[in-house]
């Protein structure tokens, strides 16, 4: 009774996560993003390069958005016409532009962004759990298929073949969920992880890492009660995203060309730009850049670079 009790608490669990990973539908950027219109007829009419990044810098002046190409240029999405979000990438698949996009999963038909990343954690932490659980419970029963303590019916067959799948799934899931989980602790997405953030003045793989207890939070929400259950709890909208103090790291590739490098003992903040109240209280213990400090900033980065063209990201 027991084993059944728990059998069926997981499996829910699992069908629960399962389901709201693949109909959750991924979210898009927010109107503000979209250039009006008048923008868009300027970007069409202006030769490519500098004059359409003026476009772009107009359009995104009062945009929360922190991140750039690698040449340093206004990331531009020319299939949705909007100027990309941090964190934000076009699925070719779905084809459109999704917040926070990890991947796109074909095991759920469905692309891992901002509005269903949790419930992906929750799926694979639930799966691997139900098939241990399986696992563990059909070992006796395997044992004795190899001892010859079974009966000589064709279901002995059926528990070896239990058996292999659930302890193979449960290896594969175990590596994919410890994975997932070392991304959440650093804060992190898969495409991040192959191609680090690229900020105003340097490239930096931890740049939205706020340690530890604040990354988990991020996609946990702050109400533990809802960790461990598949209903929507994240912090923020999946626009706009708080950063941390930008450090070298010695690991890290040479800085883009067009970027201005720092000394490695020189710590830099983000200028200032509207939070979501959602996500604003991450930072109550960072301070923030003042107006003088973002100018200056804007002056180092080769914003006026003729050089700097408009990158189209996938």
Not at 208 to 215: I, T
Request: hydrophobic share 35%; with cysteine.
């Amino acid at each position: 009774v027991v084993c059944l009790v728990a059998y069926h608490i997981f499996f829910m669990l699992f069908v629960w996560s399962y389901w709201k990973t693949i109909f959750t539908l991924p979210m898009n950027p927010s109107k503000e993003f979209h250039l009006s219109y008048s923008d868009k007829e300027s970007l069409e009419r202006e030769p490519r390069g500098e004059s359409q990044q003026e476009v772009l810098r107009r359009a995104a002046k009062d945009l929360p958005i922190y991140t750039r190409t690698m040449s340093g240029a206004i990331r531009y999405c020319d299939r949705c016409h909007l100027v990309k979000p941090d964190r934000c990438h076009h699925c070719s698949v779905c084809d459109k532009c999704i917040l926070k996009m990890d991947h796109h999963c074909p095991w759920v038909n469905n692309c891992v962004g901002f509005s269903n990343y949790k419930f992906f954690l929750l799926f694979l932490a639930y799966s691997l759990v139900y098939c241990l659980f399986i696992a563990a419970t059909d070992l006796q029963y395997f044992i004795k298929f190899w001892t010859n303590g079974l009966p000589d019916t064709q279901a002995k067959f059926h528990i070896m073949f239990l058996f292999f799948a659930a302890a193979m799934f449960s290896v594969s899931l175990s590596s994919l969920f410890g994975y997932h989980c070392w991304l959440v602790s650093k804060n992190k997405s898969t495409l991040e992880v192959f191609r680090a953030p690229i900020f105003r003045h340097r490239t930096d793989k931890n740049g939205f890492s706020l340690g530890f207890s604040k990354n988990l939070r991020q996609v946990f929400g702050d109400e533990k009660k809802y960790w461990l259950l598949p209903v929507f709890s994240s912090l923020g909208d999946g626009c706009s995203f708080p950063t941390c103090l930008v450090n070298q790291d010695p690991e890290q590739a040479s800085t883009p060309g067009g970027l201005n490098s720092t000394s490695k003992n020189e710590n830099h903040l983000f200028p200032a730009k509207p939070l979501r109240d959602s996500q604003s209280h991450l930072l109550t213990d960072t301070p923030s850049w003042s107006e003088t400090s973002a100018r200056a900033e804007k002056g180092k980065v080769g914003m006026n670079n003729p050089a700097l063209t408009m990158e189209n990201e996938t």
